[in-house]
């Protein structure tokens, strides 16, 4: 069972370049996630989705894209790459439904670490 | 603003010891209360949650705290151990805007457990 999938695991990409960042997941999850974790600055979301179909901004969205392309997959696009969106990026999974009050575990990928010069 | 506020930003204990990681949090409607645990190049992992209908709850050596009057939730490691070394975050969720649920996280707290 392999969970949640990242691809690539490294990049480097020279400013103005332009890339996606894969994740899929197999846990047939409703909910995805893409997160950016940056020293002492935690966890900050960048955009979720709810559910097929459906995509929302997080904290931090300037300067990125998603597209959640069906139920496993949910990718995040860098249309021009800025030397602050250095970092290491993480998708996650979790059951979690709109409006029901039970929360589940969220399971996170291994991380894409991006370095933008 | 931080939603969720976390200390200690890092933590040295001996092994054998017990760490305790603090959080507390704004939103009376968070009834949603996880830690995760994260090793170097990986990705966070759920450790343990709790809900706020109850005051604890432990699994093995990890226990959650949890005092809803004061808005606060800690996390106890008991005999603490060298492999316990991590990044520990806790987070909060309730029902939010258009019935979406998200995460709130803190900024983490590098522990050390030295031999």
């Known amino acids: 069972n392999a969970g949640v999938t990242q691809t690539p695991k490294f990049q480097v990409l020279k400013t103005g370049q332009s890339m996606t960042l894969q994740c899929a997941q197999d846990?047939?999850?409703?909910?995805m996630y893409w997160y950016r974790q940056d020293p002492g600055m935690g966890l900050r979301l960048i955009y979720y989705?709810?559910?097929?179909?459906?995509?929302d901004k997080g904290e931090v969205p300037n300067g990125y894209n998603v597209s959640r392309l069906n139920k496993r997959e949910f990718s995040l696009r860098l249309e021009s790459a800025a030397p602050s969106q250095t970092s290491v990026y993480f998708c996650?999974?979790?059951?979690?439904?709109?409006?029901?009050?039970?929360?589940?575990?969220?399971?996170f990928g291994q991380g894409t670490r991006l370095t933008v010069v | 603003q931080q939603q969720v506020k976390q200390s200690p930003q890092s933590l040295i204990v001996q092994k054998g010891g017990i760490s305790i990681i603090n959080c507390a949090y704004e939103?009376?409607?968070?009834?949603?209360f996880p830690w995760y645990q994260q090793f170097p190049g990986k990705g966070p992992a759920l450790l343990i949650a709790?809900?706020?209908d109850v005051s604890e709850k432990k699994e093995g050596r990890f226990t959650i705290s949890f005092n809803k009057s004061a808005k606060q939730f800690s996390l106890h490691i008991m005999d603490s151990q060298p492999g316990d070394s991590a990044t520990y975050f806790c987070?909060?969720?309730?029902?939010?805007?258009?019935?979406?649920?998200?995460?709130?996280w803190g900024l983490g707290t590098s522990l050390a457990v030295n031999p």
């Open positions: 996650a999974s979790s059951e979690a439904r709109q409006g029901v009050r039970r929360n589940t575990e969220a399971f």
């Open positions: 846990m047939n999850h409703n909910s």
């Open positions: 989705s709810a559910s097929e179909g459906t995509t």
């Open positions: 939103n009376t409607a968070f009834d949603y």
């Open positions: 709790i809900r706020p």
């Open positions: 987070a909060a969720s309730g029902v939010g805007a258009g019935n979406n649920r998200k995460l709130i």
